[in-house]
């Protein structure tokens, strides 16, 4: 039986400045899975993601599934603006993506209640990565691409990311991560992992 | 649409106004540079009267080249332009709010104030209108010229001369026409006028769409 994927990736392939980057890569990205992409340094993983994102030209085919028009990325660089609050950020991204709700329940989840008018420039590492989830859960995106999501972080941090990516894949999306550390958080079941030489 | 150009427009004033070394260094420099002229020319009334028009335009110029290069630099390196850009967020308008709020910080305050500007340099009142319209209509395409420049130069690592030396030559003709605008005004010729105005009226609807070609490709 087939099961319809969020993401078909197919025979990818991906040269920069006249150097093969990967070749020939194919994996599936079903509901409710994730695929973990690993590899060393400079092997390619976050020229992947941005392959798949469509930001860098490939060969190959990247297919995804109908209806899907955007990822949720989260990056080496979060992608905050130094000069807004914590507030102005969430209002900014909400007001973008239409999140209906309130971003209050956010801002619990990740503990952020003291830091609510303080500047992104004023914030630690892991509070930063921490918005960058934030605007992650309001984007609604099925598919994330996750960037080394916990490079950096504390344990701390790192479970309440884990227990925010295994909420999203109960919720029937599916997620892309590179990571150098090899987690066991997920049943393996739902893991497909894909090494990048 | 209009919703989301708004929610840009209110984002990057913001960032303007909290961020002092995109606004305020812009006009400290222009007045800095205005500061020079009277310095320079000592006793020299009918000189600096003169060069009055000249000054304030090369002035408005260098301001412009100084606050140019932060333009996209913060959004690129901190990586909000590729999630823009992941996440199918049109950079027309990301592009159009970036060149509005530029104006609106950089050159605004200058024409305004122009008429002040050109009593401080002992210029003749009659031009004050002139010079006023030349800047209104030359200022705006400092920002719309200077923008795809400023894409293109996004990942040079010397960028801030790189920036002035590709800027100026598009820079002079603006120049040109804003100084003899305001000479001929008050003989009732606006040729120049409608010149500026025509460049303006392409620009914005040509550049735009070459930055946003150049901000792409820069983020590959």
């Known amino acids: ?197 | 649409m209009i919703k989301l150009f708004f929610l840009f427009l209110l984002k990057d004033f913001k960032n303007y106004l909290l961020d002092s070394n995109k606004s305020w260094f812009a006009i400290s420099f222009f007045l800095l540079c205005l500061l020079i002229f009277p310095l320079t020319y000592g006793s020299s009334v009918d000189l600096l009267k003169k060069t009055a028009i000249a000054s304030i335009w090369i002035c408005a110029l260098f301001s412009n080249l100084i606050s140019l290069e932060s333009l996209f630099k913060e959004d690129y390196q901190n990586g909000v332009l590729l999630q823009y850009r992941i996440n199918n967020i049109p950079f027309f308008i990301i592009v159009m709010t970036k060149c509005i709020s530029h104006w609106v910080f950089t050159s605004l305050p200058i024409i305004f104030f122009s008429p002040i500007f050109l009593i401080f340099l002992s210029g003749s009142s009659n031009d004050a209108m002139g010079l006023f319209f030349s800047l209104l209509f030359g200022t705006p395409l400092f920002s719309l010229v200077g923008m795809p420049i400023a894409a293109l130069t996004l990942g040079a690592s010397a960028r801030g001369p790189l920036l002035i030396f590709l800027s100026i030559p598009f820079f002079l003709p603006i120049i040109i026409f804003g100084v003899l605008g305001v000479n001929s005004f008050n003989n009732g010729s606006y040729s120049e006028y409608y010149l500026l105005c025509a460049i303006l009226s392409i620009s914005i609807v040509i550049l735009p769409y070459i930055t946003i070609k150049i901000l792409w490709e820069s983020l590959k």
């Open chain 1, 1 to 197: 039986m087939s099961k319809e994927y969020l993401l078909k990736v197919k025979n990818l392939s991906c040269e920069r400045n006249y150097k093969i980057i990967f070749n020939k890569l194919s994996f599936n990205l079903y509901p409710r899975n994730i695929v973990f992409i690993d590899g060393n340094n400079g092997s390619g993983k976050t020229t992947l993601l941005l392959c798949v994102s469509n930001i860098l030209t490939y060969s190959g085919e990247v297919l995804i599934k109908k209806g899907i028009d955007n990822f949720g990325y989260v990056g080496h660089r979060n992608g905050l603006y130094d000069t807004q609050t914590v507030d102005s950020f969430l209002y900014f991204w909400k007001n973008i993506f239409n999140y209906k709700k309130s971003y209050q329940a956010i801002i619990e989840y990740f503990n952020l209640n003291k830091f609510i008018d303080v500047p992104v420039s004023s914030l630690s590492f892991g509070q930063k990565k921490k918005l960058s989830f934030a605007r992650l859960i309001m984007m609604k995106s099925k598919i994330w691409l996750l960037d080394e999501p916990l490079s950096g972080l504390d344990k701390k941090t790192k479970k309440i990311i884990l227990k925010l990516i295994q909420e999203h894949l109960s919720l029937g999306g599916g997620a892309l991560a590179t990571s150098h550390e090899r987690i066991s958080y997920f049943d393996k079941n739902k893991v497909t992992r894909v090494k990048i030489d």
